[in-house]
């Protein structure tokens, strides 16, 4: 029997300011096989999370920021290039939302080197350093107004009742 296909899911927040009448976009830039790339601060989804949990979860993570979902921005499927034994399909659930300044004395995740705001011109300019495509897609996205409700999402509770009832979250 061949093995079953599971794309990994992940979460990213996509984070806009407005600074002199031009949106800025919050990114991080983090170390990769590939080198230094840029990133929507995003993430995998963890075993008795919901969607928007993990989202608020993974920004505080790699962004020292608390964030506030607000919307979903897109679902997205996309596969990273590589080898044929490498390949790997991601299912991308982007958030907006808001954050709060950064706590100074929280550390970013490993091989987080850094966050930026960045306008959209200077992220196009730099896309040949973009973790992968859905970068500038989720922010296009972002600017073209795309927003769904969070009640889209729902996570039933059996989701985290395994998870509750063991110390460290696993059986």
């Known amino acids: ?51 928007v949990e993990a989202v608020v979860r993974e920004a505080l993570e790699e962004t020292a920021r608390a964030f506030v979902p607000e919307a979903l921005v897109g679902v997205y499927l996309a596969r990273q290039q590589g080898s044929t034994a490498h390949e790997t399909t991601y299912l991308r659930f982007a958030f907006t939302g808001s954050v709060g300044e950064a706590d100074r004395a929280r550390t970013l995740d490993t091989g987080i ?5 960045l306008g959209v011109e200077a992220i196009r300019e730099r896309r040949a350093l973009h973790r992968s495509p859905l970068v500038m897609r989720c922010i296009d996205d972002h600017l073209a107004g795309r927003r769904w409700p969070l009640e889209l999402l729902v996570a039933d509770p059996s989701v985290h009742a395994r998870f509750a009832a063991a110390p460290g979250g696993e059986e």
């Open 113 to 117: 080197v850094r966050t930026l705001w």
């Open 1 to 51: 029997m061949p093995k079953r296909w599971k794309p990994r899911v992940t979460v990213a927040a996509v984070v806009s300011r407005t600074v002199d009448g031009r949106p800025e976009y919050l990114l991080i830039e983090e170390h990769t096989p590939e080198g230094l790339r840029l990133n929507n601060p995003a993430g995998h989804l963890d075993p008795g999370e919901s969607l």
